[in-house]
Nanobody
Framework: QLQFVESGGGLVQSGGFLNLSCVASGFGVNAYAVGWFRQAPGREREGVSCISGWDGRSTFYSDSVKGRFTISRDNAEKTVYLQMNNLEPDDTAVYYC???????????????????WGQGTQVTVSS
């Protein structure tokens, strides 16, 4: 079973940046797409971005983060990163990563299909 640990969150001002990390443990994670999700207080968890397995050539971004966030992966480190630039107060949320064990996610990763969640990392953007 795969497990994920997120880190890199923090408090930043609007317009700032953060780089989140999602470290996976377990066999075979490099073959699977990995997604980043977020949940703000009082709101449902939503997909933010995801990256295909192996070469990570295929990526997906939600409209709200497209052009500001960049997802990447380092298979040697079993880590998926989310570089977040030009942060806005609406980006404030707990960020999670996970996988649905599919090889790719060209249209995003269905939240209901994610099998394992990390504990999340808090991102707070002040105005």
């Amino acid at each position: 079973q795969l497990q994920f640990v997120e880190s890199g969150g923090g408090l930043v001002q609007s317009g700032g940046f953060l780089n989140l990390s999602c470290v996976a443990s377990g066999f075979g994670v490099n073959a699977y797409a990995v997604g980043w999700f977020r949940q703000a207080p009082g709101r449902e968890r939503e997909g933010v971005s995801c990256i295909s397995g192996w070469d990570g050539r295929s990526t997906f971004y939600s409209d709200s983060v497209k052009g500001r966030f960049t997802i990447s992966r380092d298979n040697a480190e079993k880590t998926v990163y989310l570089q977040m630039n030009n942060l806005e107060p609406d980006d404030t949320a707990v960020y999670y990563c996970g996988t649905d064990f599919a090889p790719a996610c060209p249209l995003g990763m269905p939240i209901g299909a994610v099998d394992s969640w990390g504990q999340g990392t808090q991102v707070t953007v002040s105005s």
